[in-house]
T-cell receptor, first 114, second 114 residues
Framework: ETGVTQTPRHLVMGMTNKKSLKCEQH?????MYWYKQSAKKPLELMFV???????ENNSVPSRFSPECPNSSHLFLHLHTLQPEDSALYLC?????????????FGPGTRLTVL | AQSVAQPEDQVNVAEGNPLTVKCTYS??????LFWYVQYPNRGLQFLLK??????LVKGSYGFEAEFNKSQTSFHLKKPSALVSDSALYFC????????????FGDGTTLTVKP
């Protein structure tokens, strides 16, 4: 596979469930990102990892927990979510965590919280 | 602080006509500007970027954008629109003082009618 892949593509979960989103990049990049995209709202940056260390945490509730075990993989662990957390969750990567590098996005995971 | 504005939620053009999607920005340091396109049920796809140098940058699929420092704008243009250009377009800015953190506009939906 090439580019940035995300699994699952669709996820429906109850408020008491625990689930994880997975992202994998096949581009040899050093930085990875999680974004939340809701209807009628701009993209919200959630977390950034550079060389497997978290460098940005944008006041995200603790019910979202990221994990970056290596430079190719990024996870978002979900627990006790709220209906307002329903959104498209996008993973992205870039060559470096720098102002110059464009980001490559995965197709997203469409999350619905019941 | 950095911010970006896309003043039009929707742009409609006829196929074969030129198109413009507007973007203005605000940064403390030097701006690094990006355009992305999102097709339905897909992640964002990089189109072009301005880092330094020539104010007119050319990108994928015949798109170009002009950096205007005095007007703090970075409008996306294409001389002749195609129906297949219909999508959601995002402008993004990074500040030279803010590492790799991107701020995205709200997005502009472009509809090209045959």
């Amino acid at each position: 596979e090439t580019g940035v892949t995300q699994t699952p593509r669709h996820l429906v979960m109850g408020m008491t469930n625990k689930k994880s989103l997975k992202c994998e990049q096949h581009l040899g990049h050093n930085a990875m990102y999680w974004y939340k995209q809701s209807a009628k709202k701009p993209l919200e940056l959630m977390f950034v990892y550079s060389l497997e260390e978290r460098v940005e945490n944008n006041s995200v509730p603790s019910r979202f927990s990221p994990e970056c075990p290596n430079s190719s993989h990024l996870f978002l662990h979900l627990h006790t979510l709220q209906p307002e957390d329903s959104a498209l969750y996008l993973c992205a990567s870039s060559q470096e965590y720098s102002p110059y590098n464009e980001q490559f996005f995965g197709p997203g995971t469409r999350l619905t919280v019941l | 602080a950095q911010s970006v504005a896309q003043p039009e939620d929707q742009v409609n053009v006829a196929e074969g006509n030129p198109l413009t999607v507007k973007c203005t920005y605000s940064v403390s340091g030097n701006p690094y500007l990006f355009w992305y396109v999102q097709y339905p049920n897909r992640g964002l796809q990089f189109l072009l970027k301005y880092i330094t140098g020539d104010n007119l940058v050319k990108g994928s699929y015949g798109f170009e954008a002009e950096f205007n420092k005095s007007q703090t704008s970075f409008h996306l243009k294409k001389p002749s629109a195609l129906v297949s250009d219909s999508a959601l377009y995002f402008c993004a800015v990074r500040d030279s003082t803010n590492a790799g953190k991107s701020t995205f506009g709200d997005g502009t939906t472009l509809t090209v009618k045959p």
